[in-house]
């Protein structure tokens, strides 16, 4: 299958494509931008390490950002059958972003949260799009950072098989 991997980093860009080269793989698509609610640029702050960077206003870069819905909609990219997400606080802007599809595909989606505000939001969200969660990390849902969401009739399909 196909990835896309959003990377918002310019180093991280260049580590990831460096990464994907030497283990000579080729079905990641990286897309060079932040995922959003928003189409353009958004003021980003590089954190102490490049892993913990986040979209803030004053922020010291200026990075493209993306949502998951024009994307789709414009053909760039195909419906996803399963997102990762991990946007350090940035998670409710980026389901946002791509609620159409996520009402409109289904897609099963795998979200780590960083803060108890953005991850009540993000539930709320995503039952609103007919999913429903389950912690992935042992905790209750309220203070999973891990979360697995699925399309409400996932389960009561699997069980019931295929159709004659």
């Known amino acids: 299958g196909k990835v896309v991997a959003f990377e918002p980093v310019p180093s991280n860009v260049a580590y990831l494509r460096r990464h994907l080269a030497l283990n ?21 702050q590089e954190g102490a390490s490049n892993s913990v960077g986040r979209i803030a206003e004053g922020g010291n870069l ?6 998951i819905d024009a994307l789709i909609e414009s053909g760039r ?45 993000c ?18 849902l309220a203070s999973s950072q891990e979360i697995l969401e699925t399309p409400a009739r996932l389960d009561e399909l699997a069980r019931q098989g295929p159709e004659p």
Not at 128 to 136: K, V
């Open 77 to 121: 990219l195909p419906p996803p059958t399963v997102i990762k997400m991990d946007v350090e606080g940035a998670e409710y802007r980026a389901l946002m972003g791509a609620k159409r599809s996520l009402i409109q595909h289904r897609p099963i989606l795998f979200l780590a949260t960083h803060n108890p505000e953005v991850h009540a939001r």
């Open 24 to 44: 000579a793989v080729d079905n990641v698509e990286v897309v060079e931008a932040a995922v959003s609610d928003l189409e353009g640029e958004v003021a980003f």
């Open 123 to 140: 539930c709320e969200l995503m039952r609103s799009c007919g999913y429903e969660m389950q912690p992935i990390d042992g905790r209750p």
């Open 62 to 67: 200026t990075i493209p950002s993306v949502t």
